[in-house]
């Protein structure tokens, strides 16, 4: 019997994607034969995690969990939102959520994190789910939030199980005030964050980048409206501030905005009336805010085109391209006269 090296293992799960153990397995049972290995794993449909790992996963869970001072967050994706229904994807993304407190927040080492009840690793594990489920799927990210003194409180929106769901939100605050207050305003508080979706804490953590762009944006706005015509891009500039304030900062700073629950006070206001029940300043340390699927992009498929294309196959001839929605109305409308041209982001 051959001797089954570690470097031939991560060869064959390269090429396969099966977890590690099954690798180790197959390539046992050929006497380390790789062609043989991988024909093995095949037919046990254990190398399809890697057939699926080019498809978009922008479906799936998001999991939170905390513990009085430290919390953390993870999104595991799949394809459908089918798979994110099912009660062993579930588990997986809660038992993952559960482990991911302890690595914080390296993707890395969760992934190399010994999954539970198992040998492998959480990677193995979730490589096994794509095998068993038959979807591509893929932890996407993580974070982590801890203090010293104070507490951290967690919020999940649209529910699918215990501390899973589709936004997930953890907040950090310091305080030395008594922790059953600081619980019940740090979870107000992740509500809140998960309805208004705030870029930063306070306005000096702004990117000065951000601001700049939206101040050109602005004022590239103003230009077009002829009361301003002939006017400097510095007194635009000044002219446009009081919206800068208004419509970005007021709207992306987490202390400046007009608290959902409320409904009057800004969340800075909340805060300071808060201190009277915590018995104690507090001071939102940091917050993070998970949406599910939130900056992938999804792909979009032409069901014409691919409607055209399978037919084109079956005939045994080039498959003819789908008339795009635009080329179709312009075929289809009546023709007009030219009409006269008149001056007239959620990042």
Request: hydrophobic share 45%; proline share 3%; charged share 30%.
């Amino acid at each position: 019997m051959s001797t089954i090296t570690a470097a031939a293992v991560k060869e064959l799960r390269d090429k396969t994607g099966a977890g590690m153990m099954d690798c180790k397995q197959a390539l046992v049972e050929t006497n380390g034969d790789m062609e043989a290995a991988v024909d093995l794993l095949r037919k046990k449909g254990l190398s399809k995690a890697a057939k699926k790992s080019d498809r978009v996963a922008a479906q799936g869970l998001i999991g939170v969990t905390s513990k009085v001072r430290s919390g953390a967050l993870v999104e595991v994706n799949s394809e459908t939102d089918f798979v994110a229904r099912n009660p062993q994807f579930q588990e997986m993304v809660q038992t993952i959520t559960s482990l991911a407190a302890g690595t914080g927040g390296d993707v890395g080492k969760l992934l190399a994190a010994a999954y539970p009840g198992s040998s492998g690793s959480v990677d193995d594990k979730i490589k096994d789910a794509i095998a068993t489920i038959g979807e591509n799927m893929s932890l996407r990210r993580t974070a982590a939030l801890a203090v010293k003194e104070g507490v951290v409180a967690d919020y999940m929106h649209n529910k699918a199980g215990d501390g899973i769901g589709k936004i997930g939100v953890l907040v950090a605050l310091e305080s030395a005030g008594d922790s059953n207050a600081l619980e019940q305003l740090g979870r107000q508080l992740a509500m809140h964050i998960a309805a208004a979706s705030p870029l930063v804490v306070n306005v000096e953590d702004l990117p000065q980048e951000a601001i700049e762009r939206e101040r050109a944006i602005y004022v590239e706005q103003a230009k077009a409206e002829p009361r301003n015509a002939g006017k400097s891009d510095e007194i635009l500039a000044k002219a446009s501030e009081g919206r800068l304030q208004k419509e970005f900062v007021s709207q992306s700073v987490l202390l400046k905005q007009v608290f959902v629950i409320d409904g009057k006070a800004t969340v800075a206001e909340i805060l300071k009336q808060a201190e009277k029940d915590v018995g104690a300043p507090v001071k939102i340390a940091a917050f993070v805010r998970y949406a599910l699927g939130e900056g992938i992009a999804k792909k979009e498929e032409d069901f014409a085109a691919e409607v055209a294309k399978t037919i084109g196959a079956a005939a045994g001839a080039k498959p003819a391209e789908a008339p795009k929605k635009e080329e179709a109305k312009a075929e289809s409308a009546p023709a007009k006269a030219p009409a006269s041209k008149k001056g007239k982001k959620k990042s």
